[in-house]
């Protein structure tokens, strides 16, 4: 069983498998940060100062302190039950981003095999061996019909 383990474990499907999701989690984390740091802080702005990441709804007051809460933290750290639609928004925004650049990179990919399946192939070029032989066959052929 430890042998097929390490047979299917070195394929090239599954190291290449792997490779794609550790980049895929680094391009996860690169999207949140784009997505936080620099897209909604701007909307946020032209939307009157709003913080997107701090747009929440009290569901139920903390045990520990009553709300208003200044923060989803500070509503989290008192116990409250809340609605969380500024972070949602966050979400939305970076799987959109997400998707369109999987989308640019799958259209990208069947645009280049269009473009080999397009182009055709150059006929092989025959070995030294049957050169020699089209030619002994040709010579024969003349031959003969001389």
């Not at 747009?55 to 809460?69: E, N, R, S, T």
């Not at 397009?118 to 050169?131: C, D, G, L, M, N």
């Amino acid at each position: 069983m430890l042998k097929e383990f390490r047979e299917f474990a070195v394929r090239g499907n599954v190291v290449d498998m792997a490779v794609g999701i550790i980049i895929g989690g680094a391009f996860g984390t690169i999207v949140t940060s784009l997505v936080a740091d620099v897209i909604m802080p701007p909307v946020g702005l032209i939307l009157g100062g709003v913080d997107f990441s701090n747009l929440f709804l009290v569901l139920q007051d903390g045990v520990k302190a009553p709300a208003p809460y200044a923060s989803v933290a500070a509503a989290k750290e008192a116990g409250a039950v809340t609605l969380n639609y500024g972070l949602f928004a966050n979400a939305v925004v970076s799987f959109l981003i997400v998707a369109f650049a999987v989308f640019s990179l799958v259209k990208a990919v069947n645009s280049l095999k269009k473009q080999e399946a397009a182009a055709p192939s150059a006929p092989p070029v025959p070995s030294a061996e049957a050169v020699l032989l089209s030619e002994i066959r040709d010579v024969l052929k003349a031959g003969k019909q001389a």
